[in-house]
């Protein structure tokens, strides 16, 4: 059983939801048991089990990742374990996968294939996914299978599956901007260099085919309820919940020093700007036409993006790891050794941080990444 995380118990409670035919983004788990209705069984232990937090929201797991949940209580047996055993064996399943297409792409781009388990055996990757029982690992191999399609060139294909990357977590989201100079085919003309047509179609139909890929595995579940449902429960992960932030928790206490209280209103207001046009800047001012340049940019838009994170849970950081592989930086890594302090949270019942633990963390990943990033090239060493 998963022992640092309890989200595995909201996992189960949405499979079995929709194994008795309700819609699980239209109720909150709080709705039936308040009133003395359990739906589903063993209803009362897996509510007790998810905590108040989770009990108290819709559920934000897009479509493929319910199915996830399904097929996981789908397991020979009736009890929690069982559907804990279903579940990891997809994630499992799932490594096998980002194993296979990972090292295939590796090959094909003339990289050391044993790249691949920098990830694969990375005891962080397997306590948070395998262990933990975190879906990002079956986000990671439509991730992976999306660009290994892409390489060679099946794009309709890489549309589709980046699709269900995008329908088991919605981080694949902030990557769609950069791929603009994947399909710009570049001409000169004159002392102008200008994209084709061709490559602006090609764009535009990569985005379509994503865009009703997500809607029609969305369509089960639509209802007008449903969108102010999930908007307002994905709105929550940005602009109420705080966890191992880094630059975040250094403007917080700015804010509490002018102001005498939490400015996370405002914080959050100005930081996914931020985040945004950094997005912006590497999908346009750099050339992401090679799937080594287009993860370096994906490593580093996201990277950027989680240090300007209000919450950053361990498992995050597995798409980084990921991303790594089939890039020059290794911060992730690094990251992925240090991420163990945030841990310390959880020894005690309130899950309360120790700032000077979170900061331990964090200057060991700033020094990393700004040597890798920035002065590295500058030395040129």
């Known amino acids: 059983m998963p022992n640092l995380s309890q989200d595995f118990f909201r996992f189960i409670w949405d499979g079995r939801m929709i194994l008795e035919g309700f819609n699980p983004y239209l109720y909150t788990p709080d709705s039936f048991i308040q009133n003395g209705n ?3 069984s063993q209803a009362q232990e897996l509510y007790d089990g998810m905590g108040a937090l989770s009990s108290s929201h819709f559920t934000n797991y897009p479509p493929i990742n319910q199915l996830c949940f399904v097929l996981g209580n789908l397991f020979p047996g009736n009890g929690i374990l ?4 279903g579940m990891r064996l997809i994630i499992i399943s799932a490594d096998i996968g980002t ?4 090292k295939k792409l590796l090959e094909r781009l ?17 306590i948070e996914l395998t262990g933990n029982l975190h879906f990002e690992g079956v986000m990671i191999f439509f991730l992976v299978w999306a660009l290994y399609l892409l390489h060679n060139n099946k794009w309709k294909w890489a ?3 980046f699709a269900f ?9 902030m990557f769609l901007p950069l791929f603009f100079w994947w399909f710009m085919k570049i001409k000169r003309e004159g002392s102008m260099e200008v994209s084709t047509t061709a490559g602006i179609i090609k764009l535009i139909t990569f985005y379509v085919i994503i865009g009703l890929v997500i809607l029609v595995l969305f369509l089960p579940f639509f209802s007008m309820e449903f969108i102010n449902n999930y908007s307002k429960t994905v709105g929550l992960w940005f602009g109420d919940f705080e966890f191992n932030a880094s630059i975040y928790y250094i403007a917080r206490a700015i804010g509490y020093s002018i102001s005498g209280y939490n400015e996370i209103a ?16 590497f999908s346009f001012f750099k050339t992401n036409n090679s799937i080594p340049k287009l993860t370096t940019s994906m490593l580093l838009a996201f990277t950027c993006y989680l240090f300007l994170s209000t919450t950053v849970h361990p498992w995050y950081i597995s798409t980084l790891v990921i991303l790594c592989v089939f890039s020059r930086y ?9 991420i163990v302090l945030s841990y310390l949270a959880y020894a005690n019942a309130a899950n309360t941080e120790n700032l000077f633990v979170i900061g331990l963390e964090y200057l060991i990943v700033f020094f990393v990444f700004v040597w890798e990033v920035i002065l590295k090239k500058t030395i040129k060493l």
């Open 159 to 161: 549309a589709v599956v």
């Open 165 to 173: 990357s995008i329908s088991v977590k919605l981080i694949p989201l």
């Open 99 to 102: 194993l296979y297409f990972g």
């Open 330 to 338: 290794k911060f992730p890594l690094v990251w992925s050794i240090v």
């Open 82 to 85: 069982s559907s804990v055993i």
């Open 38 to 40: 359990l739906p589903i």
């Open 110 to 126: 003339k990289l050391p294939s044993n790249r691949i388990f920098w990830y694969m055996l990375n005891p962080f990757i397997i």
């Open 266 to 281: 405002t914080i959050t207001r100005i930081f996914p700007i931020v985040s945004l046009l950094i997005i912006i800047s």
